[in-house]
């Protein structure tokens, strides 16, 4: 089960600060892109997050995007950012996770997944050797499978509301 509990819990990307990442000894993250930097299928960015990937990028933070999206979904979507990208990640399994870290050229104990699932998210991080950032939705999902989803992360997110796992001051 602990492989599930994300190592913080936020509501929206733009609260992953370089602060919060130095607290944590991060160093580079790996992005999710479906209701974590948009809405799911879209390709407009959330209002925002372009302007805090670049202002992460500034502080010295590296960034990629991974998605389990097809490439013609997610290159368009990552060029929008500026982002190396890997699409097709079949997460939660290590694949992507791993090529990714190679793509970021950093221990996996430096690196931080920032997305909106537990069991895709949160659990391929943790099978990785990697901290995990846990974020509500930005829209809710209309598919049966995500509904089911959701049902079963309750568990994992009421022990980790947002801002669980945030040290203060």
């Given at each position: ?5 994300p ?12 602060a919060l ?5 991060v160093?580079?993250?790996?992005l999710?892109?479906?209701n ?10 959330a209002?925002?997050t372009q302007e ?5 990028q500034?502080a010295?933070?590296r960034?990629?995007i991974?998605s ?6 997610v ?8 982002l190396?990208?890997?699409?097709r ?10 090529r ?5 050229g950093?221990p ?12 895709t998210d ?7 050797g990697?901290?995990?950032v846990?974020?509500e939705?930005?829209s809710?999902?209309?598919?049966v499978?995500?509904?089911?989803r959701r ?5 994992v997110r009421?022990k980790?509301?947002?801002?669980a796992?945030?040290?203060?001051g």
């Amino acid at each position: 089960m602990l492989l599930l509990y994300p190592t913080v819990s936020l509501r929206r990307v733009q609260e992953v600060t370089p602060a919060l990442l130095r607290r944590l000894g991060v160093e580079a993250l790996i992005l999710d892109v479906d209701n974590t930097l948009s809405s799911p299928g879209s390709q407009t960015p959330a209002p925002g997050t372009q302007e805090w990937a670049r202002a992460l990028q500034r502080a010295g933070v590296r960034l990629v995007i991974l998605s389990n999206n097809r490439k013609k979904r997610v290159e368009p979507f990552a060029a929008q950012y500026g982002l190396p990208c890997l699409s097709r990640g079949c997460k939660p399994l290590p694949f992507g996770y791993w090529r990714a870290q190679a793509l970021l050229g950093v221990p996996a104990s430096r690196i931080a997944v920032v997305g909106d699932q537990v069991f895709t998210d949160v659990l391929g991080a943790g099978l990785c050797g990697m901290r995990s950032v846990l974020l509500e939705p930005v829209s809710q999902e209309s598919g049966v499978t995500f509904r089911v989803r959701r049902v079963l992360e309750r568990r994992v997110r009421s022990k980790f509301p947002p801002g669980a796992g945030v040290e203060k001051g």
